[in-house]
């Protein structure tokens, strides 16, 4: 009886692109126990050197195999049957069989290794996609073929379903790329960027320049980002109203008595602000007193509960395998300057998920989503979309219509201006995170930051930046994680300018016009058309296609596809 190995299914990319795919494999194995027991001295010599002319192992290290008390010994593999048959002579064919088996390709490069995920040497899933996506993915039941007394059984395999992403792989390249330069040209440690639909929470590109996933399993404090987290909560619970002014004089003691002061940036005065004003100048002094109205207003309980709320101190749900929960202490654990702390970002650890879904919040009407990567699941015939999901609403409809006004002030003339995009609106906040250290935050090492989302007058995407350390001489979230905020959004309506879809029409009796269609448009035609084979070679959208257009319709149906614009 010959294995036949079910397929793991394919991983596509949201234009239909393979990003992973189960590639067959032939396997030669040399059956030790049947050789002792049957092989002469000259078949075992001509075996010998079978094995050192085409399998490359040394006469010594074969027989060394044979006197042990193993039974089998991987002599090869290869994606070509003739190849690895070339290289059996007949007299030693008996000794040795052959086994189907499959591998894992999948695509690494622009930080797709992080999400799409790993196998390790036995098919068990590791991380990514892969792993989050294990039961879906995995290969249901081998088949096989057998003799019989009257001819041959053949028993198909039950393969694994594909998952569709809503990664665009041209937005993971120019999105890597952008930030891979901006972390160079700032010398800094490393950087993430995620780019995601604001109305659904489908992330469209998640890059990461780290040699591991610290977006998924790595914390930072948030620094001034979360100020319009702050603000939202004091506004929705009344603790400040819209008419509320505070007085920034550069500097300010949270707790009378005790030793500790929140400065502003370079002893900044801002004199007399309205909570506009604090939000568009990121002015640590108001924040501090929005802290004390919130405190007064509500009581730690209740505060530290709405910033549970928002997604702090808890997993996002993000469909990526191996997602911490951040670091947000309970208030019986918290300081007297705890409260203020958090205000500015201080003191608290957050993931680049927690963050972005928690700004996101005011590009999504007040909504709370649970992030996901991918869109779809299903065989080939049927596709199973995966609808967006919306975990709550924390904020209303009426306060997001007063903060975006004040967000897309701090584009325009505010701590955000190196991120604007000339002709289009775009929302935001800055943030400059001193890092923590065990005697006190650090004054040379920073993470810098710039949450945006766009256009303000119908969101489309949010996307977080954030740069590790950088190290090039400026480091504030404006004017570092700000220019790449902005290349990045004009890359991306430079990339997506409105391209007709091809649209042709459909016979029976002929081969349709597939150039320019995705893979899973083929399938939905082979499908339509009952064509009985598909032969695929490459990934991207078809370039070229046998039979060609108009010829009579076969019942194989061959295709090239390319990623390569045309």
Known sequence: ????????GSIYDAKGRLLAYDSLLYEAWLDLEFIRRNASESELEL??????????????????????????????KSNNLDEMMRKITPVVRKYISIELNTERLSLKEYGLSKIVGSLDGSGRALSGIEKSYDNVLRGK?????????T????????????????????????????????????KADGGIAILMESKTGKILAYANTYDWDVGLMGIFEPGSTIKPIIYGIALETFSITEESTFLCNGIIQPIEGLDIFIRDTEGEKHGIETFRDAIRNSCNVATTQVARAILNN????????????????????????????????APSDWSLISPYQFAIGQGIGVTIFQLLRALNTYAADGNLLIPSFVKAVGNGTEIREIPPKIESRIFSSKLVKTMIPVLES???????????????RIGGKTGTAQKATESGYSYSDYYSLFWGFFPVDAPKYSLLVMIDNPRAGEYYGGTVAGPIFSEIVKNIYGLHEETPEPKHEIYSWKTPQLIGYTLHDVIEIKELLGIEKLKIHGTGRVVKQLPEAGAPLKPVLEVWLSTEEK
């Open 298 to 329: 509500i009581g730690k309980s209740e505060f530290y509960r709405k910033l549970i709320e928002a997604g702090f101190g808890r997993k996002t749900g993000v469909d990526l395998y191996g997602e911490i929960k951040g670091l947000f202490q």
């Open 410 to 424: 701090v584009v325009a003339s505010g701590t955000g201006t190196r991120a604007q995009v000339e002709g289009l």
């Open 141 to 149: 039941k081998d088949g096989y073929v057998r003799k019989t007394l």
């Open 47 to 76: 075996l010998l050197k079978n094995i050192s002319d085409y399998f490359a192992f040394p006469k010594e290290e074969v027989l060394k195999k044979i006197n042990s008390d193993s039974y089998f010994m991987l002599l090869g």
């Open 1 to 8: 009886m010959t294995r036949i190995p079910a397929h793991r």
């Open 151 to 186: 001819g041959t059984l053949k028993v198909n395999p039950e393969d694994g379903n594909d998952v569709y992403l809503s990664i665009d792989l041209d937005l993971q390249k120019m999105v890597y790329d952008v930030l891979s330069k901006g972390v160079r040209k700032n």
